[in-house]
């Protein structure tokens, strides 16, 4: 939980992983390209008091992850998003024994929540009804552009990705988190592409769509599709930490995703390691759009409390302590 200014902000991460990079898991080149684009990101985006060591961003372990979060870093729940990358890491890049042994050691912080890949056919079917009973899923993340064989990507809306959608629906799994964002090296820019959002989003009206990192650099494609399907939500993965370098930018996100989608389909989320969540849950805390920007209306405490927490948790089913609830009016 986070306090400031008698204000109570309940804090749920949306977005966190529990990765090893390191070298003796890359299975080529390309798991080497991928960590450093990570680290990139790490490092131009953030404080110069907030930057790891490249050793220790590799690998950093669930202690340093529940001290990071929990300790440190205001969260009063998170969600593991696992990218698996096969192609490029031994084991894995997100590693589902770790993060799943963590959220059975913390239940009421952790929620894990799995992936597929709908070119394994039949095959990774059953794995997804099998790891569906094994996690208990609420949710998937799906990474479109990852590679498989000479395939560099997958599409939404392909015939496969149906079934896989359709087995979701009869296994219970409503919440459906898809990256669709800024790419990274070696992956293909076209393949994050937003726009098989939109058909999945209409064929599928009782599963949420979570579009992390909100479309980036696409977010104009992304608020039109977002504006006319009501289960399509932002994830501000990757758009967040932009309060620090390019404040401007971020209020320019931030407020056209309340003009399109409003405040109640907006998540938190710090992309866990790429940032670690304190100091951007305190930055957001006191983010003002600058005055001159006024076709943007100020941020409300509400608005940010929402953003922060009661919309992730709302969909997660996840117990909000009464002080940090919102008075009846306030949701509406």
């Not at 798991?31 to 490092?43: A, L, P, S």
């Not at 799943?100 to 709908?118: C, E, I, Q, V």
């Not at 590679?147 to 079934?163: A, C, E, F, I, N």
């Not at 650099?217 to 501000?236: M, S």
């Amino acid at each position: 939980m986070y306090r400031k200014d008698g204000e109570n902000y309940f804090i749920v991460d949306a977005h966190v992983a529990l990765w090893d990079a390191r070298p003796e898991n890359q299975r080529n080149i390309h798991g080497k390209q991928f960590i450093d684009c990570f680290y990139d990101y790490h490092r131009n985006l953030s404080p110069e008091s907030e930057l790891w060591p490249y050793e220790d961003y590799l690998y950093y372990g669930g202690e340093r992850l529940m001290k990071d979060l929990f300790v440190d870093g205001y969260v009063d729940h998170a969600i593991f998003q696992p990218a698996r990358l096969g192609a490029f890491y031994r084991t894995g890049f997100g590693q589902t024994e770790e993060a799943f042994a963590l959220t059975r050691k913390h239940p009421g912080k952790l929620t894990y929540n799995h992936y597929f890949d709908p070119r394994f056919e039949e095959a990774g079917l059953e794995w997804l009804r099998e790891d569906a009973a094994r996690f208990g899923l609420q949710g998937v993340k799906l990474y479109t552009a990852e590679w498989k064989g000479d395939s560099r990507g997958y599409k939404l809306d392909d015939p496969w990705t149906y079934r896989y959608l359709e087995t979701c629906r009869e296994l219970g799994i409503r919440n459906i988190h898809i990256h669709k964002g800024p790419t990274i090296r070696p992956l293909d820019r076209d393949a994050f592409d937003v726009a098989d959002v939109d058909k999945a989003a209409t064929d599928f009206t009782d599963l949420n769509f979570v579009v992390e990192h909100c479309g980036l650099p696409r977010l104009e494609d992304f608020c039109w599709i977002a504006t006319q399907e009501p289960n399509v939500h932002a994830g501000l993965a990757v758009a967040i930490p932009f309060m620090h370098t390019r404040p401007r930018y971020f209020a320019q996100i931030i407020g056209e995703l309340l003009y399109w989608l409003g405040e109640d389909r907006i998540q938190f989320s710090s992309d866990y390691a790429l940032w670690t969540p304190r100091w951007l849950v305190e930055r957001f805390v006191d983010f003002r759009i600058p005055a001159d920007m006024d076709e943007y209306p100020q941020l409300t405490v509400a608005q940010k409390k929402k953003i922060l927490g009661l919309n992730a948790a709302a969909m997660y089913g996840i117990d909000v302590p009464a002080e940090c609830r919102l008075p009846e009016e306030a949701v509406a």
